[in-house]
């Protein structure tokens, strides 16, 4: 099973700022990993596949890059309805043991 | 885009089983591997089980295997999770989602449900 790990567990950002994640694989995924928000309540929404494409909807403030077993999401300025957890899943496995992140929230500072 | 509807979900006691089931609103589900997500209260999202298109290939999460099972009728569009021997640390939202990967072009698709909660509880 491939384990992901995202840092850090919790950011205090301010409205504007721009802020980073990172997801680290404990194998190479290549560049099959995806990046959800999830709010409380709601199913996760799915942001970025490919590590890097933007899935349909999504605004250009949020992009992804990297590939192999580091990868990063940035919100370029944080929007007070980008406060939520997001999650990193790696699609790379077969049989597709499609594993996730534990998560990083951002909270409003 | 397909729309899922999971069911099933309440309270049961431990050693107890549940059916969890999901409906999809269009016969595309045929095409589709699904999946099935948990979240524990106030925790992240956990991987459970998936199962390909035309139920040839299973697999599950070291958490529940041997406990619970993936199923799916293709004809009535709807996938199944079976859970026998249920624990307390098995409460969780269970998200049923079908998630796509494409070659050409490359792309990844991810539809999910709105979750059905259970809770394993004497």
């Known amino acids: 099973e491939i384990v992901m790990t995202q840092s850090p567990v919790t950011l205090s950002v301010s409205p504007g700022e721009r802020v980073t994640l990172s997801c680290r694989a404990s194998?190479?995924?290549?560049?099959?990993l995806a990046w959800y928000q999830q709010k409380p309540g709601q199913a996760p929404r799915l942001l970025i596949y490919?590590?890097?494409t933007r899935a349909t909807g999504i605004p250009a403030r949020f992009s992804g890059s990297g590939s192999g077993t580091e990868f990063t999401l940035t919100i370029s300025s944080l929007q007070s309805e980008d406060f939520a957890v997001y999650y990193c899943?790696?699609?790379?496995?077969?049989?597709?043991?499609?594993?996730f992140g534990q998560g990083t929230k951002l909270e409003i500072k | 885009q397909v729309q899922l509807v999971e069911s099933g979900g309440g309270v049961v006691q431990p050693g107890g089983s549940l059916r969890l089931s999901c409906a999809a609103s269009?016969?595309?589900?045929?095409?589709?591997?699904m999946h099935w997500v948990r979240q524990a209260p106030g925790k992240g999202l956990e991987w459970v089980a998936f199962i390909r298109y035309n139920g040839d290939t299973k697999c599950y999460a070291d958490s529940v295997k041997g406990r619970f099972t993936v199923s799916r009728d293709n004809s009535k569009s709807t996938l199944y999770l079976q859970m026998n021997s249920l624990r307390p640390e098995d409460t969780a939202v269970y998200y049923c989602?079908?998630?796509?990967?494409?070659?050409?072009?490359?792309?990844?698709?991810?539809?999910w449900g709105q979750g059905s909660l259970v809770t394993v509880s004497s």
């Open positions: 194998q190479s995924v290549s560049g099959n």
């Open positions: 899943q790696q699609y790379n496995s077969w049989p597709p043991m499609f594993t």
């Open positions: 269009e016969s595309t589900f045929s095409n589709y591997g």
């Open positions: 490919g590590a890097s």
């Open positions: 989602a079908a998630m796509v990967v494409s070659a050409t072009p490359p792309q990844f698709r991810s539809f």
